[in-house]
């Protein structure tokens, strides 16, 4: 349809046209939030457990990581092989924050 992006996300579909509910909008977020609040968690976790400085951005590292997680699904729906989703990872991985000793 004319003048109507879709976006996806980790399988949902949304359609966004130029009017949305605010119940349409909430539901177009909810799979991408649901990933960033369970990162949030396991960081904050690995922050009381002492694998990660009590001064980790964990918000900050859950945004890029679900970022980088919906990129790889979008890539991988898109074509994208496995070779250059895992160097993708590589990289990302590479951004981890050194673990507390």
Do not use: K
């Not at 349809?1 to 359609?15: K, Q, V």
């Not at 009017?19 to 609040?37: A, F, K, Y």
């Amino acid at each position: 349809m004319a003048g109507m992006l879709s976006l996806y996300a980790t399988g949902y579909r949304c359609d966004v046209s130029a009017v949305m509910t605010d119940e349409e909008i909430q539901n177009c977020q909810r799979p991408r939030d649901g990933i960033q609040l369970m990162l949030c968690g396991r960081l904050q976790q690995a922050i009381e457990e002492g694998e990660l400085a009590s001064d980790a951005p964990i918000q900050d590292l859950a945004r890029f990581y679900a970022v980088t997680i919906r990129g790889l699904a979008l890539q991988a729906q898109h074509g994208g092989t496995r070779i250059e989703l895992e160097r993708v990872v590589v990289i990302a991985m590479a951004s981890w924050p050194t673990p507390v000793e």
